[in-house]
């Protein structure tokens, strides 16, 4: 039996890209969305587009942990999903991986490399 071919993806932060964020307000806070980055997640799954939350709150199995004396793991999963239900009216899958399969990134951290040089696309001050 063949595999099936793997789905190219989107990559989209949360924090900061997505939904607005000022200061860390705990897990299960995510801010009011950034209407601009909202339109265009859904143009991309209305026009059949994977997309992915990529997240640095999600960590391996979808949960924080914390290491404080004692371990304390947090459903980070969760609130995200409910987020993007009411907000792109489906839930996205999360998480913090990239792969071969990603397409792009959006995120208000990055700064964009021309490939195999090192050099950044846009003027950067160092």
Not at 73 to 87: A, G, Q, R, S
């Amino acid at each position: 039996m063949k595999e099936p071919e793997p789905t190219a993806w989107i990559g989209v932060d949360l924090d900061g890209t997505l939904a607005y964020h000022d200061n860390w307000k705990g897990h299960e806070h995510v801010g009011d969305p950034i209407p601009a980055m909202v339109q265009r997640v859904k143009a991309w799954l209305d026009s059949g587009q994977t997309v992915k939350i990529f997240t640095a709150r999600f960590c391996e199995h979808g949960q924080i942990i914390y290491l404080n004396n004692e371990q304390t793991v947090i459903d980070v999963v969760t609130p995200i999903e409910n987020w993007c239900l009411k907000h792109l009216g489906q839930k996205l899958a999360v998480t913090n991986v990239k792969d071969y399969n990603m397409l792009e990134l959006w995120d208000d951290r990055a700064v964009q490399v021309i490939s195999n040089t090192g050099e950044p696309v846009l003027p950067v001050n160092l």
